[in-house]
């Protein structure tokens, strides 16, 4: 990518959380090639997770907030994968989203919006990317959103 993706987001505000740990049985990347995939990610601040449940005790653009601290999220892990050189990020591949929601809500991709805008503004063209946006009746430890990745990498 031409324009340095930690500039882009220190000028948007941005600021990548540390990786974060596993919290099961599964590890938080796996490299093939030049493809990472990287696990799902879960909406959380530095000072907690963001929990509820869209149609119900959030609205869509508190989902949207979530989805991006799971960009974020994900960005940090690319950058872990990468040895700390955030850089050596091609392209963002695909997104799979998943939004705990009530049945009727209908603007899952609206809220994953949250993510793919986020990583279109730092990532630039690279940050264009294949996805999905579904709702789950419930998501680990009552998130509100959760986001996996797959990136090309140097």
Not at 72 to 86: F, I
């Amino acid at each position: 990518m031409t324009h340095d993706i930690e500039t882009r987001l220190t000028e948007k505000g941005y600021q990548l959380p540390e990786a974060p740990a596993p919290a099961a049985n599964y590890v938080p990347y796996v490299r093939v090639g030049n493809t990472l995939y990287v696990s799902g990610q879960i909406s959380q601040r530095p000072d907690g997770l963001v929990t509820g449940k869209l149609g119900d005790t959030l609205s869509t653009e508190e989902g949207a907030e979530a989805a991006r601290l799971c960009a974020l999220s994900l960005l940090a892990q690319v950058k872990a994968a990468c040895g700390g050189d955030l850089s050596k990020l091609n392209r963002v591949v695909k997104l799979t989203g998943f939004v705990n929601s009530t049945p009727d809500f209908t603007d899952q991709p609206k809220v994953i919006n949250g993510a793919s805008d986020l990583l279109g503004e730092v990532c630039g063209e690279g940050g264009r990317h294949a996805r999905s946006a579904v709702s789950a009746a419930s998501l680990p430890m009552g998130v509100a959103v959760e986001i996996e990745g797959i990136f090309e990498i140097a």
